[in-house]
């Protein structure tokens, strides 16, 4: 049983806490309702894919080659969607398998964490060269660009947001910074002007004017912040928010779990969850702490600048602080590819931190034998 003992439980149990505060929240009480049991199961099979990930061995990733197959994969399965993708609410993002539906947007997300810790894992001294933001700037714009055009614009944000935390970790200059900051005011600009879809301009101009249309564009987040303020310090209690179970509040499995859990649990839940996602992060820092090489620092770190990202937006659009965006708050919200997709990145970090504790001890003991 040795081997149990190098599995992170903190950083396990951590997620699994966050997923069944998930699940309670989608159980429907006295009534008929398929979320929570699916997302039970999803809940399952997310659990054994941490434990096949993290008896992998990882290694292979550091190559080259490996990380373009993977990177490529993903791009194409972005692109196939445009030809089989199944539509819902808009948005062609999904894969109709039958019984369930893929998403391809969180293994993509995946794809361009690992693609970026191997990029600047052997680069981290010239990150001060422009060129380097710019190859990888390039590469994360392809993926932009496809969820994008789906219109997936809660993706793209992530996506975008993914690339700029991890190169502000890797240690871009300010300089650089001040300057990507004018290009993404500019690119802002021209989006407004040329890309963005009506419904897209009425989401922030509600997020602008909150008040201003609640019967018709602002509903959703209206409803939203009226869940949250509506839960007070100790919440309604599990089962009597009324804004998610009277249907009052959209999507409260998905895109506005947060609001339906903060109704029902209030402030003092709401700070067991923080902790909770708090102390996921703080694991994924320690693993990222002590990695073998670069490319296992970057590449913890690159897993938790992902959460944080779809957490902030999550969190934000729920309270009312950013537009609605349609985005799910990790390993909390219904689905199954982002669950999936998280269990698998937690496994293969605590699997990182196993095989790095080899390399290390193979590096004392050349040393010693030295």
């Known amino acids: 049983m040795g081997f149990l003992k190098r599995i992170d439980w903190v950083l396990l149990f951590s997620a699994l806490a966050i997923s069944l505060l998930g699940v309670i929240s989608m159980y429907e009480f006295g009534a008929v309702n398929q979320f929570a049991p699916r997302q039970a199961v999803w809940l399952l099979l997310g659990t054994l894919l941490f434990f096949a990930a993290h008896f992998i061995d990882w290694r292979f990733l550091r190559r080259t080659v490996s990380v373009v197959v993977i990177y490529l994969a993903a791009v194409a399965l972005l692109a196939l969607l445009f030809v089989l993708g199944a539509t819902f609410q808009g948005a062609q993002s999904w894969f109709d398998v039958g019984a369930f539906a893929i998403q ?19 680069r981290h001294i010239e990150i001060a060269r422009m060129r380097h933001i710019l190859v990888s700037g390039a590469y ?41 900051v004018g290009v993404a005011a500019v690119a802002g600009g021209l989006l407004w002007s040329f890309a963005f879809a009506d419904y897209q301009k009425d989401r922030i101009l509600t997020f602008l004017h ?15 912040t009226v869940a949250v303020g509506s839960g007070g310090l100790w919440g309604k209690g599990v089962g009597y928010g009324t804004q998610s179970r009277l249907q009052f509040l959209p999507e409260h499995e998905t895109d ?20 909770l996602f708090g102390t996921l992060l703080y694991r994924l ?18 897993v938790a600048v992902l959460i944080v990202v779809h957490a902030t937006i999550h969190i934000g659009m729920n309270i009312g ?8 708050l990790p390993f909390m919200s219904y689905g199954g590819s982002h669950l999936l997709t998280g269990y698998l990145m937690l496994g293969m970090v605590s699997s990182m931190r196993r095989y790095g504790r080899l390399v290390h001890e193979d590096i004392r003991h050349e040393v010693v034998g030295a």
Do not use: C
Request: charge should be negative.
């Open 256 to 275: 506005f779990i947060f609001a339906a859990f903060a109704e029902e649990w209030g402030f003092g839940g709401v700070l067991i969850l923080l902790g």
């Open 210 to 224: 909150p008040l201003a249309d609640i019967e018709g564009v602002g509903y959703n987040a209206f409803q939203s």
């Open 285 to 302: 820092v320690v693993h990222a702490r002590y990695g073998a090489t670069n490319f296992e620092t970057l590449f913890a770190l690159g």
């Open 140 to 180: 994360m714009f392809v993926v932009f660009v496809l969820l994008f055009l789906q219109p997936d614009f809660g993706s793209a944000i992530i996506v975008a947001g993914l690339w700029a935390g991890v190169i502000l970790l890797a240690g871009i200059p300010l300089r650089h910074l001040a300057l990507l």
């Open 321 to 328: 602080l950013l537009p609605v965006t349609g985005t799910t």
């Open 104 to 122: 391809p947007a969180d293994p993509a997300k995946l794809a361009l964490i690992i693609l970026l810790a191997k990029y600047f894992s052997r």
